[in-house]
């Protein structure tokens, strides 16, 4: 998509009523009679979408994920894009010690190599915004690395045009992350799985992460988990290898229209679920827990441990875990 296009489409729509995030200083919730995002799917680039039949499997190897959960370990990287975009990055990893604890500052690493899950924050919103998340995919045997963005987080400018820098914000950490595996005296030397990466984000970190398929394609993405996104400004010319795409995503959203995400979701022309939630709003469930982020959190991780561990046995629990309690409804094509 032409960048003069793309801004258009989201000064139109993200500047009226914005990406936001879920941030626990947001304050109120927004009542219904809030503005909604209304987008048709954004104009597509020319591609010949890969046939869903003739990819049934992640393109990692298939293997077993971990059965067991794990401790937390927490830790903060200051980095900065070309001396110009500071990007703190805050990076939980499996530790040692006994799970179920609270995450525990520059704890020795777990034994193994485990996969990396790259995730993107929500307009206004700040990575240990989603720590409940966030951790449990963390114990479920994942390294995940979530950058704050410059103009885009708690406390910045609000720029929301600035999402489409994100993609490569997110590039420019992966390849910081991925080099730890290889530094010698780093805690988490040996440990990551460099081969088994995701992309996962929400609202405006669900258009970033859509981004990293689409109009700035990080070929060493595996899979991507879109919470509350569109493909507005990033396009939905999803190119590239096979990579499995999860979308979650609140019927009732009130900031980003289910009509919108699901208009992505349909152009993903790979191995693909929607988890749709009939009461879910624009993800305020994704802050703390309950009964939605039960169903929410064991969805994705049964959704990871297929596409980055091969686990097909996980796989297979997908559905179950979906159906739980009645709270969701999922549209499989994996």
């Known amino acids: 998509m032409p960048r003069r296009v793309a801004s258009a489409l989201l000064a139109t729509a993200l500047l009226t009523v914005g990406l936001v995030g879920c941030s626990d200083d947001a304050g109120p919730a927004p009542q219904a009679t809030a503005p909604q995002v209304t987008a048709p799917a954004p104009p597509t680039q020319a591609v010949t979408p890969t046939p869903l039949a003739a990819a049934p499997t992640p393109q990692v190897p298939a293997g077993t994920a971990p059965d067991k959960a794990f401790a937390v370990g927490v830790r903060e990287m200051r980095l900065n894009r070309d001396g110009k975009r500071p990007l703190p990055v805050t990076v939980w990893y499996p530790a040692a010690g006994k799970a179920g604890a609270k995450p525990a500052r520059s ?96 609202s405006a970190g669900g258009v970033t992460t859509i981004g990293l398929f689409t109009a700035n394609r990080d070929e060493r993405l595996d899979a991507g988990v879109v919470f509350a996104g569109t493909a507005l400004g990033v396009g939905t010319a999803f190119a590239g290898a096979v990579a499995p795409q999860l979308f979650v995503h609140g019927e009732a959203d009130e900031v980003v229209e289910y009509a919108a995400g699901k208009a992505a979701y349909d152009k993903v022309p ?38 980055l561990y091969g686990d097909g046995a996980a796989k297979s629990r997908i559905p ?3 159906a739980r309690d009645g709270i969701a409804t999922l549209d499989n094509r994996l």
Request: cysteine-free; hydrophobic content about 45%.
């Open 320 to 322: 179950t875990d979906a």
């Open 270 to 307: 790979w191995p693909k679920a929607m988890l749709s939630l009939p009461k879910g709003d624009h993800g305020r469930a994704l802050l703390s827990d309950g009964a939605a982020l039960r169903v929410v959190s064991d969805t994705t991780v049964e959704f990871l441990r297929w596409s």
């Open 107 to 202: 704890a020795d690493a777990a034994g193994g190599k485990f996969p990396v899950v790259m995730f993107s924050h929500g307009l206004g919103a700040r990575p240990a915004d989603y720590a409940t998340l966030l951790t449990r995919w963390t114990a479920a045997g994942f390294v995940v690395a979530a950058p704050t963005f410059p103009h885009t987080s708690q406390g910045g400018d609000g720029n929301v045009l600035d999402v489409l820098n994100q993609p490569a914000d997110v590039s420019y950490v992966l390849t910081q992350v991925l080099a730890l595996d290889a530094k010698a005296g780093d805690p988490l030397r040996g440990r990551l799985a460099t081969d088994r990466v995701a992309a996962a984000g929400h």
